[in-house]
């Protein structure tokens, strides 16, 4: 089984903090995803990698930035956290197969920036 | 732009019923849709993939079909149960890239 797994479930950092979410799956997925998920606004997309050291800007960069050095591992970073990235962040791989995959998600990082 | 509406409303329905949820999408004409299923505080998890040329695919209770003249996709849970309880999500690939955008999803709550 494909395992996608995120360093914290529930994270709690104070205004102006340098936050590092950490993504890690096992089945050597070319593709992984940030997503941020809010009622009412459902799952959208922060950042996207299809390779490594490849990254492509989603629908709500703004304020966060990201790092895959290794195939692996998909890190988000929020360079000064702020009380608006409060948040449900969720990670994602997916293969790139000749025609349409489904996406592996992880449990998901509560954040709370107060 | 591109757009997904799922009926942001909880359906209710008592076990053993047939829960139908609705998926419209415009501006667009995506080659397959998906279906997810997320249960409170997880990630989502991928249920259903349908192609364009396909009407209709089923797994198991679940049934999904996929108009694309109306653009909509309807999902089915045939003979419910309280354990199906979650939000069911539909998501879209854009065009040319593995990106999706994904519906806000349709809580659903199976009644014993």
């Known amino acids: 089984d494909v395992k996608v797994t995120q360093s914290s479930r529930y994270l709690v950092k104070r205004t102006g903090e340098k936050v590092f979410l950490e993504c890690v799956q096992d089945?050597?997925?070319?593709?992984m995803f940030w997503y941020r998920q809010d009622p009412g606004l459902g799952l959208r997309l922060i950042y996207f990698?299809?390779?490594?050291?490849?990254?492509e800007k989603g629908d709500i960069p703004e304020g966060y930035s990201v790092s895959r050095e290794k195939k692996e591992r998909f890190s988000l970073i929020l360079e000064s956290a702020s009380t608006n990235q409060t948040s449900m962040y969720l990670c994602a791989s997916s293969p790139t197969a000749g025609g349409p995959s489904e996406q592996y998600f992880g449990p998901g990082t509560r954040l709370t920036v107060t | 732009s591109q757009k997904i509406e799922q009926n942001s409303e909880a359906l209710n329905i008592q076990e053993g019923k047939t829960a139908t949820l609705t998926c419209n999408y415009t501006n667009y004409s995506p080659a397959y849709l998906q279906w997810y299923r997320q249960d409170p505080g997880r990630g989502p998890v991928f249920l259903l993939l349908?192609?364009?040329?396909?009407k209709e695919k089923r797994k198991e209770r679940l049934k999904v079909t996929f108009d694309t003249t109306l653009k909509q996709s309807l999902f089915h849970i045939t003979a419910s149960q309280p354990a199906d309880s979650a939000t069911y999500l539909c998501a879209l690939p854009t065009s040319g890239t593995y990106k999706y955008i994904f519906g806000t999803g349709t809580r659903l709550k199976v009644l014993a």
């Open positions: 349908i192609r364009e040329n396909e």
């Open positions: 089945m050597d997925h070319e593709n």
């Open positions: 990698s299809y390779d490594v050291k490849m990254k």
